[in-house]
């Protein structure tokens, strides 16, 4: 994929695409095999090159992975507090900066069970906003939302894209809704990666495989266990 685009990343429960995340961002090694990043192999990264390389990243995570403990600001200052020499006034003029970005204004001292679902995964993607990843990985940012909320967050994603260009990849179950946002669709099955095209070209696959999965059809080549 192209630097800036958004690709989604699709396939059944279990076929390893939250694998590939943690592969890409180095939590994981690859059996065998490269993972190509501005033409390096990041897969062989050690020491201080793999912690510059995770820097780049941002994550939003399947359940947002919000300390209940801590308040909407809090939390999204938290990785300022941790990982920058920002003072204090910095870091508040940064939170504020990315809560109005996502939407929540007026909510930074409410802590999470306080707020709704759509609004937590509003605040994830505001904590991993705030430190200004080149790329930001997606794994299923949407779970737990209703079709409405769902799409909102969706369209709130894209818009932070095009307005910060980074590059992202979702994994999602969202389909065919997704296909409307993204740029590239890769689809996972078997352990591979079956097709990698642009939405219109996914949905005009010819594969039994891919237009199985695709329309939600019970009968064809994947086995529902």
Request: glycine residues 10%; charged residues 25%.
């Amino acid at each position: 994929m192209e630097k800036g685009q958004i690709l989604a990343l699709i396939g059944g429960s279990g076929t390893g695409k939250s694998v590939i995340l943690k592969l890409v961002i180095g939590l994981m090694k690859p059996d065998e095999g490269k993972i190509l990043l501005d033409n390096q192999d990041i897969s062989r990264l050690k020491g201080k090159s793999l912690k510059r390389l995770k820097e780049r990243f941002g994550i939003v995570f399947q359940g947002g992975a919000l300390f209940d403990s801590l308040t909407v600001f809090e939390n999204v200052a938290f990785p300022l507090e941790e990982k920058t020499k920002m003072k204090a006034s910095q870091i508040r003029n940064a939170v504020f900066h990315e809560l109005a970005r996502v939407g929540l204004t007026g909510e930074e001292n409410k802590y999470p069970a306080q707020i709704s679902g759509g609004m937590r995964k509003r605040v994830a993607l505001a904590r991993c906003l705030v430190m200004h990843p080149e790329i930001v990985l997606f794994d299923e940012p949407t779970t737990g939302l209703d079709p409405l909320t769902g799409k909102a967050v969706h369209n709130l994603i894209r818009a932070c894209q095009k307005n910060l260009n980074f590059t992202a990849i979702i994994v999602t179950h969202e389909v065919p809704g997704i296909f409307s946002m993204v740029d590239r669709v890769a689809m996972l099955y078997d352990g591979k990666i079956l097709a990698a095209d642009t939405p219109e070209e996914i949905k005009g696959s010819k594969d039994p495989v891919i237009h199985q999965f695709i329309h939600a059809e019970l009968e064809g080549p994947i086995v529902i266990k």
